[in-house]
């Protein structure tokens, strides 16, 4: 059993972290690498992004949202409680070289994986600059953090209720015009804001790391869940990934079978809700 020793409400839309003891995964995992939970007995599977570890205090900490059944089970523990399994590191281990300028990009709850692996390029000795993005100034996470990380952060809304008004991909196009010479985009988000940026770093020529993390279901390669198109190869996000050259994922094949979960996965809240 894994004891939870700190819970957090981190944003508007149900984004919640957990601070969970396990100090074999935190002597291990680098920036990047999930693990798969299971609440209890006869839960599933949940792979989930680790956001920090702590070597020192044999910690992890991840952030999720609330988006089926078994993520709201996870919102409803608190601290105290104990999940039952946890497996990791899993993923594979990003090497993390001196590059140049990387422009890191994190929508929504992608900030916090985003987070984890730009921890790694600024330990690599890279210069970093920061675009993070929500739809609302209340859904915004680790601003902080980020600002902490990078040389420059911008910060962007939907909504323009706080930073600059828009989205990241118009932060981006803002730091071509002024043609910073950046080495590396890594961007980690929803999967239409992935492919967006894609769309645009092709265009420039930009080298493009994604996180394909949202897709996977079981994490043992055996599910087939997360098989995603690389330049015409088949892979699975969870073994060979989960991250990839965002320039020759299919992402439109992606955000088709991905929108198929999304129903099932809100049907599945709904009932639960209703089953009380
Ligand atoms: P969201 O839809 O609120 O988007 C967050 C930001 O991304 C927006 O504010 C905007 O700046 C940008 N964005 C979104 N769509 C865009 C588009 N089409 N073009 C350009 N920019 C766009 O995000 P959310 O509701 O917080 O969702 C978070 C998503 O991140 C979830 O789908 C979750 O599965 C995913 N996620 C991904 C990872 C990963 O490793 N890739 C990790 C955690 C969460």
């Given at each position: 059993m894994y004891s939870i020793i700190d819970r957090q409400e981190m944003a508007k839309g149900d984004i919640v972290s957990i601070t969970v003891e396990a100090p074999e995964i935190a002597a291990k995992i680098h920036p990047g690498q999930f693990v798969v939970l299971r609440i209890n007995e006869t839960g599933e599977r949940l792979p989930l992004t680790v956001a920090y570890k702590n070597r020192a205090h044999g910690t992890i900490t991840i952030f999720f949202q609330v988006v089926g059944k078994t993520t709201a089970m996870l919102s409803s523990l608190k601290i105290g409680d104990a999940i039952k399994d946890l497996v990791g590191p899993l993923g594979v281990r990003e090497k993390f070289e001196k590059i140049g300028i990387i422009v890191g990009i994190g929508g929504g709850s992608g900030i916090a994986v985003l987070h984890h692996l730009l921890e790694g390029y600024a330990e690599a000795g890279n210069n970093l600059i920061g675009i993070i993005g929500a739809r609302e100034k209340e859904m915004l996470i680790l601003e902080d953090e980020m600002r902490r990380l990078c040389q420059r952060l911008v910060v962007t809304t939907d909504d323009g209720?706080?930073?600059?008004?828009?989205?990241v991909t118009d932060a981006l196009q803002q730091l071509v015009e002024e043609q910073v010479a950046i080495d590396l985009v890594v961007a980690v988000g929803p999967l239409p804001m992935m492919r967006a940026v894609c769309k645009m770093t092709r265009i420039y020529q930009i080298h493009t790391l994604v996180s394909l993390?949202?897709?996977?279901?079981?994490?043992?390669?055996?599910?087939?869940?997360?098989r995603v198109n690389i330049g015409g190869d088949k892979k699975f996000a969870c073994v060979h990934g989960p991250h990839f050259d965002g320039h020759k994922v299919d992402f439109d094949e992606l955000i088709q079978r991905n929108n198929m979960y999304t129903r099932d996965e809100k049907t599945s809240l709904l009932s639960s809700i209703k089953a009380g």
């Open positions: 209720s706080y930073g600059q008004h828009g989205l993390n949202p897709i996977m279901i079981d994490a043992t390669g055996m599910c087939g869940g997360c």
